[in-house]
């Protein structure tokens, strides 16, 4: 009835425990864990083997003789799934409720119009090893609720909690998708069916720093956001969204990069946010101009937030979001 897909690489320190969420699971059917081990570095394949020896009618385990990479290793795992559902959890994330698989397909058995379900999560912060519980019901993230919310808002909707009916991968172009991918099927589910959230928490997000989503180095913080823009706009093309939309988009998005590309001296983004300013017959210059010392503003808050580490982190984050409220005033200006 069930696949669930687990990909993993240098999981060593939290493999055990999502992995043992899984097989807590109290369900009236049949379940399969599938795991695609990526030639981990440390004991992350080790530990699956063991799991696999002491589960072998319940673990599939995908063994690459080389590193896949986190897109082809979603991809050649989730080819072995034989289940009418799919469900996801990735090797450092975990799940809290024993009964998570039956509850969501108890739901989605008895409204065949929706094909996807997710729920609430809490929020683990491994520097830190602090929680913020229920990132949903207290808005510490807002829920996006169709299409064009998920596209301008870049949104998140915790695919650890995630089940989905599996003739929904055939709505996904992958050929697309190069940076967050759970964004880019996100916005084709969001087109081709209906989604469902369930009101509870079901899982715990391990947010770590240094990894892909959160990048601690500048140029690959750059490039992942920078790649996130460019799947909006193929999205934008993709489904033909309008032309406010669009602006409003691209907008926003030269607002956040363009002070990294400028630190980064990426001068072809550069003149592709000139450019965009020109046919829409902004001024650049002022724009710039405040982007530069918008940097400058930055890396004060930069050397700030590393003395607040012993700091919980939503308390650093809502402390960097106070200073720096003062110059919304240059973003609502764009309008």
Known sequence: MVSV??????????????????????????IEL??????????????????????PDRIKLLLPEKNLGAQQNFLETVNVCQGKYIALCEGDDYWTDSYKLQKQVDFLEANEDYGFVYTDVDFFYQATKSFQKGVFKNNIIQRTHNFEEHLIRRGYLAPCTWIFRKELLAVVDWSLISTDGTFAIMLDWFKNTKVYFYDEVTAVYRVSEGTASRPTDLKKRYNYEKGVFETQKIYIERYNVTKCISNYICTDAYFRLLRFAIEIQDTDFIT??????????LDFKVFLDSCTKLSILYEDINKLHKELDKVRVSKAYRLGKFLLKPFSIIKNARK
């Open 5 to 30: 897909l687990m990909v993993t690489y240098n999981h060593e320190n939290f493999i055990s425990q999502a992995i043992e969420g899984v097989l807590m699971q109290k369900t009236k059917f049949p």
């Open 34 to 55: 599938i795991i695609g081990e990526d030639c981990s570095t440390d004991n992350t394949r080790k530990i699956c083997l063991e799991y696999k020896e002491k589960y």
């Open 272 to 281: 592709e946010a000139e450019t965009f300013f020109a046919k829409n017959s």
